[in-house]
């Protein structure tokens, strides 16, 4: 499967964005799907995750009532809302997705990889 991600940009501190990562293929149902961030100089980082059905997610402690993670299955699509953005949330931002349908933040634990949109905000 391949993975497409898309909606970052430059936002001001207290702005919103919403990224969007769309699959191919007709299995996007069967895969755990998650959001990974990435600042200069750090280690991928975990942000949120959501269940083959959408039923449960998942957000680090980091975004947690900021970010919200979501997919339409019908179109084989998940989303990442991010409002109340900080200098701190500067990152490339990747979505993410695992056969398993077990809710896993390590990174090495996906099979599947987007190519990365960046997120800037400024103070």
């Not at 430059?10 to 769309?22: H, M, P």
């Not at 991010?82 to 200098?87: G, H, V, Y």
């Not at 500067?90 to 933040?105: D, E, F, L, P």
């Amino acid at each position: 499967v391949q993975l497409q991600a898309s909606g970052g940009g430059l936002v001001q501190a207290g702005g919103s964005l919403r990224l969007s990562c769309v699959a191919s293929g007709r299995t996007f149902s069967t895969y755990t799907m998650s959001w990974f961030r990435q600042a200069p100089g750090k280690e991928r980082e975990f942000v949120a995750t959501i269940t083959r059905s959408g039923d449960n997610t998942y957000h680090a402690d980091s975004v947690r009532g900021r970010f919200t993670i979501s997919r339409d299955n019908a179109k084989n699509t998940v989303y990442l809302q991010m409002n109340s953005l900080k200098p701190e949330d500067t990152a490339v931002y990747y979505c993410a997705g695992r056969n398993s349908g077990a809710v896993n933040t390590n990174p090495a634990s996906y099979d599947y990889w987007g190519q990365g949109t960046l997120v800037t905000v400024s103070s």
